[in-house]
T-cell receptor, first 114, second 113 residues
């Protein structure tokens, strides 16, 4: 069964460093998403992406964050200058359609900012 | 802003019993999805129910949706120890575009062997 994959599974970085989290969505899906879950808290929406542009972003997704689909398979989330409060599990998700369709999540990347 | 809220926060049952978890939300929705998360792991999609549907089944799962009460329930029948996990509802609000999902706090289900 097709699935969303994410790399790395765990990333440790120093405050102020840039990180890139990578995702490979399900191949026939057109909509891509990033969510994050701070330890012990709810899963929060960051951004949705379709047709090579951002469809929607949350208030969390500020200028420090960017997303890109550099080729036909990968979808990346970049954090330019990490802060301690960026430590969280980051989930990529994809769906075939936008409305009325399931979003399938990857296993997540645990980001630890020291 | 819209929130999904699950109830109860924690539920502990014996293997073979049924588990019922509830979710309430605040605004009109396109659909509601239920996910499972094992400790520290990814989110596994369980079932999606559309706003014009009232009930849906998938294996041992039964989901209901009452849009007049803005609530949903997830029933797991004949539970197994492997069902131990956190369960989240997530709503796709009618007024937003791009299908942003809003997640609840989750219900931690423990199934004792």
């Amino acid at each position: 069964e097709p699935e969303v994959t994410q790399t790395p599974s765990h990333q440790v970085t120093q405050m102020g460093q840039e990180v890139i989290l990578r995702c490979v969505p399900i191949s026939n899906h057109l909509y891509f998403y990033w969510y994050r879950q701070i330890l012990g808290q709810k899963v929060e929406f960051l951004v949705s992406f379709y047709n090579n542009e951002i469809s929607e972003k949350s208030e969390i997704f500020d200028d420090q964050f960017s997303v890109e689909r550099p080729d036909g398979s990968n979808f990346t989330l970049k954090i330019r200058s990490t802060k301690l409060e960026d430590s969280a599990m980051y989930f990529c998700a994809s769906s075939r359609l936008a409305d009325f369709d399931e979003q399938f999540f990857g296993p997540g990347t645990r980001l630890t900012v020291l | 802003s819209q929130q999904g809220e699950e109830d109860p926060q924690a539920l502990s049952i014996q293997e073979g019993e049924n588990a019922t978890m509830n979710c309430s939300y605040k605004t009109s929705i396109n659909n509601l999805q239920w996910y499972r998360q094992n400790s520290g792991r990814g989110l596994v999609h369980l079932i999606l129910i559309r706003s014009n549907e009232r009930e849906k089944h998938s294996g041992r799962l039964r989901v209901t949706l009452d849009t007049s009460k803005k609530s949903s329930s997830l029933l797991i029948t004949a539970s197994r120890a492997a069902d131990t996990a956190s369960y989240f509802c997530a709503t796709d609000a009618w007024e937003t575009s791009g299908s942003r999902l809003t997640f609840g706090e989750g219900t931690q289900l423990t199934v004792n062997p």
